[in-house]
């Protein structure tokens, strides 16, 4: 017990700054944004509906009001009982990504620690995700990222159970599924799984046997949801279309992250130096205990840069924390003295420009007060009625819908589909935005726009409400 005890003490001290950055900047930052109501609404579809639906698109996306495939259900049937329990609104919305990055944290530490029986290891893992800006951001947003993430750690730890029990390969299994139908992204898990199978020294067959159980859940799981939706396949279509027009036109979080923020560039390059090391050590040292975060990282890397999206970074935190973890436990084991004290003067470099991230952003967010910032809002749409289409950061939305009499439609700024841009906008009475709405929707908003007005807030961009011509005067 008193094994269990310390770790437990240790594991709560390497946490520490997790939960002061948290409770500190739980609603400053990251700002909310429309994608968090995106899901919100969503979720609340399925708590009143029993049914993926969403009528967030207005006209821009008719097809979302009958059934929305936009993402797989896990994330949304799991928030809607938390909010069952917790209540529907911003702040339950966040604390349940909050929860989620604390068991990351501890999932992430266990396997840490069966990996190499190192409580110092665990410890400086941990706490290397624990001051993670990334990771934070994700275990503050209201996005389902922080879901895959600790998903993904379970997955690897039950497959190092699995060197004991066979079973824990199907608890891997099922778990990969859960992965996969919270996001696309959730691939990462099961690909990463079957590569470390592929890689064991073990008989060819004896690897079929468990790639067929790391596959077939994923398979099981993901074809009846496919087959819920089965009416809704046009739509499902529509929204590759969408998303690969929007793939297309971004350019990758990662290089522009390098390339325009200096401190994140810092991040990075510590990043990079980390997975060079332990590759190296990998192919000349056969090192087996930095295969399993090598391949994971290599995976991780692989998806967060051609998945592009700003949100998809902090897939890398974990990846990285558990291979410096595991990297400087080798340096140890081994008594390499020139890979400790490089290993230690990576951590170091990572934990001061980690801890200088987070001073900025509290210095930057200690003026935000969401409630106040939504107030003008509110007074301003009081006793309005109609449709809102909303573009901006932070958003308004969650205390916009206290009025009952207004319909909160998000815009999709997608390049082309001309017809579908007019209908939304005809259909919009008001825009509330500081977000670019795209040539077409600014073009419109200067043909149309009858009033406005600017109303702004300490630490944002100023935010504009555009009363648009009553629709028969539009052109």
């Known amino acids: 017990m008193k094994k269990y005890g310390l770790l437990f003490l ?77 209540g529907s ?33 665990a410890s400086v893992g941990t706490l290397l995700l624990s001051i993670d800006p990334r990771f934070g951001e994700a275990s503050r947003h209201g996005r389902m990222e922080i879901m895959v993430i600790l998903f993904t750690l379970l997955i690897l730890a039950a497959f190092l159970g699995s060197s004991k029990s066979r079973s824990w390969l199907w608890v891997s299994g099922i778990l990969s599924a859960l992965a996969v139908l919270t996001h696309p992204m959730g691939f990462m898990a099961p690909l990463t799984v079957a590569t470390l199978i592929t890689m064991k020294r073990i008989p ?11 596959v077939i859940p994923c398979i099981l799981f993901t074809g009846l949801w496919l087959w819920t939706v089965r009416d809704s396949f046009a739509y499902l279509m529509l ?41 190296y050590i990998v192919l000349k040292q056969k090192s087996r205990s930095l295969i399993i975060p090598l391949v994971f990282l290599a995976v991780t890397i692989l998806f967060v840069v051609l998945g592009k999206e700003v949100w998809y970074v902090a897939y890398l935190s974990p990846a990285i924390a558990l291979t410096t973890a595991i990297l400087i436990h080798h340096g140890v084991q081994n008594h390499q003295r020139r890979l400790i004290l490089t290993t230690a003067i990576i951590i170091a470099s990572f934990v001061f420009t980690s801890l200088f991230i987070l001073v900025q952003l509290v210095r ?11 107030q003008p809002f509110v007074n301003y749409f009081r006793d309005a009625k109609g449709i809102v289409c909303v573009a901006s950061t932070p958003d308004p939305s969650y205390k916009l819908r206290s009025n009952p009499n207004i319909i909160i439609n998000q815009l999709v700024d997608v390049s082309g589909f001309i017809p579908r841009k007019k209908q939304f906008f005809d259909a919009c009475d008001w825009f509330v935005g500081n977000l670019n709405p795209g040539d077409y929707g600014i073009a419109y908003l200067m043909r149309n726009g009858q009033t406005r007005q600017i109303i702004e807030y300490p630490s944002t961009f100023p935010i504009e409400i555009v009363k648009l011509r009553p629709e028969s005067e539009r052109n």
């Open 364 to 374: 930057e967010r200690s003026d935000m007060n969401y409630i106040v910032f939504s």
């Open 89 to 121: 609104n911003v702040v339950a919305q966040r604390l349940f990504s909050f929860v989620l990055g604390g068991f990351s944290l501890l999932t992430l530490f266990v396997l840490i620690y069966g990996v190499t029986n190192d409580k110092t290891a």
């Open 204 to 214: 060819i067959w004896e690897k079929i046997k468990c790639w067929v159980i790391i």
């Open 10 to 86: 240790l594991f709560l001290l390497s946490t520490i700054p997790y939960w002061i950055a948290g409770t500190t900047l739980l609603l400053k930052d990251p700002l909310i944004e429309r994608d968090e109501y995106i899901m919100f609404d969503m979720t609340q579809h399925v708590t009143r509906d029993h049914k993926l639906t969403s009528d967030i698109y207005g006209a821009f996306v008719p097809e979302a009001h009958g059934k929305a495939i936009i993402y797989p259900p896990v994330y949304f049937t799991t928030l809607s009982g938390w909010f069952t329990i917790f």
């Open 239 to 279: 929204q590759l279309s969408y998303q690969s027009t929007l793939k297309l036109q971004s350019s990758s979080a990662v290089v522009t992250f390098f390339l325009t923020n200096g401190v994140y560039a810092i991040l990075f390059s510590i990043e990079a130096a980390v997975a060079v090391i332990s590759t």
